[in-house]
């Protein structure tokens, strides 16, 4: 009796030590996991942050754009020809006239066609409709001088942003040698520099780089998301309280809340090719980003709002 109490005490003491190795090995693991979830996790919000701060530290610049300044003489004989102010003289006048005649009055010595027409690139297009707008807003200013700071070209920003070699060879680079010279020399006099770019957030897109802004994108953001805020909250709040309090339980509710799971973990890509498919293709909506991508929006968003 007394070796069969030994026994079963000594199976007690080994069944004993193995469960407490099983645990100790089984709280290892569980260690290293969660260590390996943390690792991964900070992996994870350390690319992230890089990923954010590359494109902030790239896209910090744009937050300023070259401006030229020049002294624009508003001429009676390029604008109004006839004196008579009517405003769709002044919205088709030559402002560009203007534009280059407050070039060559600063750079007396360029001479030439190619050489003008160098002269002339150093200034942005929408700067012709800056004077415009000026004009139009106040005829007054007709037959004055007047200093202006102008939008310049996206080469010559690209200038003063570094982003153009000097050191590389002529016909590599979209700056000619005579045209760096005149950009520093405007720098020298205080003429040239860079200023916050306020066009970025009030223009739209544009084929010139200088005047592209995101005021379209904002826009258009904000409407999209306010179409699927007012229809996906109501639709999907009013479902979810029916599905959980006032639906019956039967199959058709089964085979509802089961599909409604489904499509929560559909890509979203098949949301987009869906509404391309039945909004614009079937009931002829028109292509407008905030109104299609609101209800496409909706149609994502919702099995997450009915589920949460």
């Known amino acids: ?3 069969t109490n030994n026994v079963a005490e000594r199976s ?14 089984r709280y290892r693991a569980e260690r290293r996991f969660r260590a390996y979830g943390l690792a991964a996790v900070l992996a994870g919000i350390g690319f992230v942050v ?19 300044k020049l002294t624009i003489q508003y001429d009676s004989e390029t ?3 006839s004196g008579a102010r009517d405003p769709d003289d002044l919205v088709t006048a030559d402002y560009q006239a203007l534009i280059r005649a407050a070039l060559r009055e600063r750079f007396p010595t360029v001479e030439g066609r190619p050489n003008l027409r160098e002269l002339y690139a150093l200034v942005s297009s929408a700067a012709s409709i800056e ?45 000619s040698d005579q045209q ?53 909250f109501p639709i999907g709040v009013g479902a979810a309280v029916y599905l959980e309090e006032f639906a019956p339980r039967n199959r058709i509710t089964d085979i509802i809340e089961v599909n409604i799971n489904n499509l929560a973990a559909v890509p979203s890509i098949v949301f987009g090719l869906l509404g391309l498919a039945m909004f614009i293709g079937v009931f002829g909506l028109p292509r407008s980003a905030p109104l299609v ?12 709002i009915i589920i949460a």
Do not use: C
């Open 293 to 304: 991508g609101g209800f496409v929006l909706t149609l994502l968003t919702l099995p997450t």
């Open 12 to 25: 007690a003491k080994e069944t004993q030590s193995l469960v407490q190795a099983s645990l100790a090995r």
């Open 180 to 232: 760096i010279g005149w950009i520093d020399e405007l720098v020298r006099e205080d003429r040239l520099a860079l200023r916050f770019n306020r066009a970025f957030f009030s223009n739209g897109d544009s084929r010139d780089p200088e005047q592209a802004g995101v005021r379209g994108a904002l826009i258009g953001s904000a409407l999209t998301l306010l179409i699927t805020l007012l229809l996906s």
């Open 79 to 81: 604008i109004d020809p």
């Open 131 to 175: 004077l415009q707008r000026r004009v139009v807003e106040d005829p007054t200013v007709i037959g004055q001088r007047e200093t202006l700071w102008l939008l310049a070209d996206d080469t010559v920003d690209m200038l003063l942003k570094d982003k153009v070699s000097r050191t590389a060879a002529e016909d590599e680079r979209r700056l």
């Open 50 to 68: 890089f990923l954010f701060g590359t494109i902030f530290s790239q896209g910090l610049s744009v937050f300023q754009q070259s401006y030229v």
């Open 1 to 3: 009796m007394s070796n």
